[in-house]
């Protein structure tokens, strides 16, 4: 392992590319410390140590920091914290948040939000060249630019195609009213076109395990909207019908226009709760790899949170030209699990395969941290395969140029 601190000098000054964050596209700097301190990964740690979050919905950020500070010291030694002591140090020269330094901290952290050119020099210090930003289908479509570029969310309209408010929503944005299955392929065709045109880069979604897809049918589809529209009671089956049908006809827009998708899987939401956890369906993945294999012309970039499937779609990868397996997702986005994820990928798939990193960061100050973990965990890995001598040096440094670069340049055809 002796290879480790100068490989990871070398895959430092690799530039990468931010394959997915939920970055506000005016406003990508946090504006105060909180934002950064209490970042999800943060609060929920914080949360499972004891700490009341509920309450922080009301409170000032100053308060919220205030309330959490006694939380800091018992989660200092997971991943999370980690990263936000590296954010805080490096671009702030500061410690962890403690209840006697929060003003002058959060004084601190504004003003380097006030900096006109601070998300750049953020960017830069991550050594990260473009950033890909999600947004829901149903929003204005903010415009990208050299920094930033737009994944369409189109999460709830797959998932919710059998809800009456949906179709109207369809109809509204792309101006085509939709009555039968034509009609629907029609609008779905519009909405992908007007996301090319106005500059979206990927088209996206997550599915939840238990949400299945079969190849859709035109006819059956349009019986079930005839339903959702006249407000009659509509099947699990139903749902199952006509969410199939919408996202084939996603997909082939997708094809046509030469947009990749980007699916998210192995996160299972509880009902009536913000909170997630990972899960997945026996099955599920042979279910994907037929999707995979009937929209051939589309590339889909998976990022997925469930060791399980990450084995299962590893295979799949293998027989799929058209599926690249991105990053590691929120669970398994911590050392040990992006080592197993990483060394699979090295060992099983051909290094084009695999973007390397995505921040799922809400603030580019996260982009910085999570930044600094994968290049980290991607040095550890490779200097662990040379060190065994299934890598050389050479193909090493190659394999982490395309995971951090021409991978996702490639892909997203930056
Ligand atoms: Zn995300």
């Known amino acids: ?43 929920s740690e914080l949360e499972a140590a004891g700490i009341d979050i509920a309450k922080f919905d009301t409170l000032s950020p100053h308060k919220k920091l205030l309330e959490a500070s006694s939380g800091f010291a018992r989660i200092k030694n997971t991943t999370s914290c980690w990263c936000l002591e590296q954010i805080l140090r490096d671009l702030f020269a500061l410690p962890l948040p403690h209840e006697s330094d929060i003003q002058e901290a959060s004084k601190r952290v504004e003003e380097s939000a006030g900096r006109a050119d601070w998300t750049g020099e953020v960017l830069r210090k991550a050594n990260v060249s473009r950033v890909l930003v999600c947004a829901d289908w149903r929003k204005p479509v903010p415009s990208g630019d050299n920094l930033f570029a737009l994944v369409l969310r189109v999460d709830s309209l797959v998932n919710e195609a059998h809800s009456a408010r949906t179709l109207d929503q369809l109809s509204n944005i792309t101006g085509q009213p939709v009555y039968e299955a034509g009609d629907l392929k029609k609008a779905v065709g519009e909405l992908v076109a007007n996301a090319k045109h106005q500059g979206a880069v990927a088209l996206g979604a997550a599915f939840d395990p238990q949400t299945d897809f079969v190849p859709g049918d035109r006819t059956a589809a349009g019986s079930v909207l005839s339903l959702a529209l006249l407000g009659q009671k509509i099947t699990r089956e139903d749902r ?32 009536n709760s913000e909170q997630a956890i ?6 599920s993945i042979a279910m994907y790899a037929d999707l995979f294999k009937r929209h051939n012309r589309v590339v889909f970039d ?13 295979v799949v990868a293998r027989s799929c030209p058209n599926v690249v397996l991105s990053g590691a997702w929120w669970y398994l986005a911590f050392p040990n699990a992006i080592r197993k994820v990483l060394r699979q990928r090295v060992e099983m798939l051909p290094m084009t395969k695999c973007c390397g990193f995505f921040s799922d960061a809400q603030c580019v100050e996260w982009i910085y941290g999570r930044a600094k973990l994968f290049r980290r965990e991607l040095s550890i890995t490779l200097s662990q395969l040379v060190f065994e001598g299934y890598l050389s040096h050479q193909t090493a440094l190659q394999l982490a140029q395309h995971y951090l670069l021409e991978n996702p340049k490639r892909v997203y055809k930056l």
């Not at 100068?6 to 005016?26: A, G, K, N, R, Y």
């Not at 998976?302 to 590893?314: D, G, K, M, N, P």
């Open 302 to 314: 998976v990022l997925v949170s469930h060791t399980v499937l990450a084995e299962e779609l590893a």
């Open 240 to 271: 199952r019908t006509i969410r199939s049908y919408v996202l084939d006809m996603v997909l082939q827009s997708c094809a046509e226009h030469g947009i990749p998708f980007q699916l998210m899987l192995g996160i299972r939401h509880i009902p």
């Open 1 to 43: 392992m002796d290879l480790f601190p100068s490989l990871l000098e070398e895959i430092e000054q690799i530039p990468t590319i931010d394959v997915h964050t939920h970055i506000t596209f005016d406003s990508p700097a946090a504006s105060d410390l909180a934002q950064i301190a209490l970042y999800h990964f943060i609060t």
């Open 278 to 283: 990972t899960g997945y369906e026996v099955g």
